[in-house]
């Protein structure tokens, strides 16, 4: 793709989330029901002892397929209560159904959340100016400000450049989780509006700032979160190659953490290092032996020990 429109100078950085967010599993009880004390408590570690400027909740590595819309806001609630003061609750409210984003949006808001996650509508493929009236929709109905959340992989469609530059004129659009995997794309959108974009994919955190991105969005981060900052930041001072060492140093746990869905080893990590966790709902099913034993072997390279 070409585009005929000269890039503007560099702008400021705005990071309306801060640097670090986590998109936090949904711990739930043995028998599988919602843990409202251990969310409180996971989020108190991810962000007092792993660093994070805020938490994402209710999204996919919060099984939000399998939580009830009550579930969700209950859920909320707890997170909010528990380190709202020190951290920003994001909330996941994006479906394939407007309306029922709309409805879970107003849910979110009133539940105590400080902003939206918004997934582009998964399956259906809408056009371009179906992606945008829905985004706008929510932006329009809603006080909170909206991060878009650009992941064609799952999805199955993209949010073009286009369609991103028009959305970045509504006041409350203010931020893109991207998980496009595209930096082409990331740094014609970045060049041209004010989009604060976090890197959705964990391992592409640094390249995606070298191109205009703010943060990340992460998985791996609830055991890297504090080191991933360190790198954000040693690349914002300018110390370039502390930031290249630690990313190097976490690419194992980066992608590692993905060699099945993020919620299912995460989850088996947490419980390795004794946070709330419990099993997953299907059709997920639980991390094997195998598994748990890779992840402890990516967690080493890593430098993150998993106890045993």
Avoid: C
């Avoid at 670090?20 to 007092?48: C, I, K, N, W, Y």
């Avoid at 996919?60 to 399998?66: K, L, M």
């Avoid at 930096?183 to 976090?198: G, K």
């Amino acid at each position: 793709m070409t585009h005929d429109h000269p890039a503007p100078p560099a702008r400021a950085v705005s990071r309306p989330f801060g640097r670090v967010l986590t998109a936090m599993v949904t711990p739930f009880t043995a028998e599988g029901s919602l843990d409202l004390d251990g969310a409180a408590r996971l989020a108190s570690h991810l962000v007092d002892e792993q660093g994070n400027d805020a938490l994402v909740v209710n999204g996919t590595t919060g099984e939000s397929p399998t939580t009830t819309d009550a579930e969700k806001a209950q859920l909320i609630r707890a997170v909010v209560e528990a380190v709202g003061d020190r951290a920003k609750v994001v909330a996941g409210v994006g479906t394939s159904d407007t309306r029922h984003t709309l409805e879970l949006s107003a849910a979110a808001e009133k539940a105590g959340a400080h902003g939206l996650l918004v997934v582009t509508p998964y399956y259906s493929k809408p056009p371009q100016n179906g992606l945008l009236r829905h985004f706008t929709a929510v932006a329009d109905a809603t006080g909170l400000p909206v991060m878009l959340y650009d992941i064609p992989h799952r999805a199955g469609v993209a949010i073009d450049t286009e369609t991103m530059v028009r959305l970045a004129e509504h006041g409350r659009i203010v931020a893109v989780k991207d998980a496009k995997g595209d930096l082409t794309a990331t740094s014609w959108v970045t060049a041209r509006t004010n989009l604060a974009f976090y890197s959705g994919d964990d391992s592409l955190t640094l390249p995606s700032l070298a191109v205009g991105g703010v943060g990340v969005v992460g998985t791996s981060t609830h055991f890297t979160g504090a080191l991933t900052k360190q790198m954000i930041e040693a690349y914002d001072a300018g110390d370039t190659a502390t930031a290249l060492n630690l990313h190097r140093r976490l690419m194992p746990l980066f992608t590692g953490i993905f060699r099945t869905q993020g919620v299912i080893l995460v989850k088996a990590g947490l419980a390795a290092v004794g946070q709330p966790a419990g099993p997953v709902r299907a059709p997920l099913v639980d991390a094997t032996d195998d598994e748990i034993a890779q992840l402890r072997a990516d967690s080493a390279a890593a430098g993150v020990e998993l106890p045993k």
